[in-house]
């Protein structure tokens, strides 16, 4: 299975990315994590993608696409896959028609996961991970068994710096006004499946497996 998953910050994808990632053969592509390592790090794209997550704005188009298309060039043409916060803009997405096309593996699906801006507003302040394995939290509905200690990696738990509320505020504003026209390009791809976000991560991942059953062990 090939796929993407859209939606705004906070709304569930890389937790659902994660399950994914441990019940099925499949990889987990996270510009996100990517470039919050790379800050982390303090390596040049780190340095360059820094003060655009601060702000809570992108990171520019072309940094973003470069370091996806390596990782798909880098992968097996029978792997699966799900891209987790890419594409963000319509740029992105036209590339990323692109460079499938070149590789010759389309999409299967792209789901695009939605719950009430009240809500997302929730999930994010009360969001806790890990810097060490990216293993993600929340305070009150996904609770690690030790307080501040990472379940599988024993790493501390670390609020992110863009979750404050301002800068919350602003990537919902980003969401709305770069990623959202993405909703239409890939329905006029019959690409498009939208999936209620709403309810426990076992509730919303029981969704997701009734739309991916048709494409499980698709090459
Ligand atoms: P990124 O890391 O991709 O952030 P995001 O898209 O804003 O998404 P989040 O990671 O905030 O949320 P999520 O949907 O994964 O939710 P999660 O599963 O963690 O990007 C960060 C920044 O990097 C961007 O702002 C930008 O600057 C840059 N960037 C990244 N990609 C880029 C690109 N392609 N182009 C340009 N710039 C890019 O869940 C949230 C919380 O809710 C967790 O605590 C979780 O435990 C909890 N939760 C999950 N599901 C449920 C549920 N069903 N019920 C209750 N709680 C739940």
Redesign the pocket.
Known sequence: MRLV?L????????????RLVEQYSIRKM???????ESVARQTPLGLQ?KS??????????Q??IGL?HEWLKGLARTQGYVL??????LV?AQALTRILDELKTPLHRVIS?E?PET??I???T????CPKCQW???????PPRRPSRCDACGGALVQ?D??QEE??RK?LK??QE?TVPLLTYYDELKLLSRIN?????????ERLMEILKPFMGRR
């Open positions: 998953f939606g705004p910050p906070g709304v569930g994808k890389g937790t659902q990315a994660q996270s510009t996100g994590d990517i470039l919050r993608a655009f997550m601060d702000g809570g704005r992108l990171v520019p188009d940094v973003v996806v987790d916060g890419f594409p963000r803009t992105q996961f719950v809500e997302l929730r999930r994010l009360g969001r806790r991970s993600v939290y929340h305070l009150e509905f996904n992110r863009d979750d800068t919350v990537r980003v969401y770069e976000g709403q309810g426990t991560i076992e509730e919303v991942s």
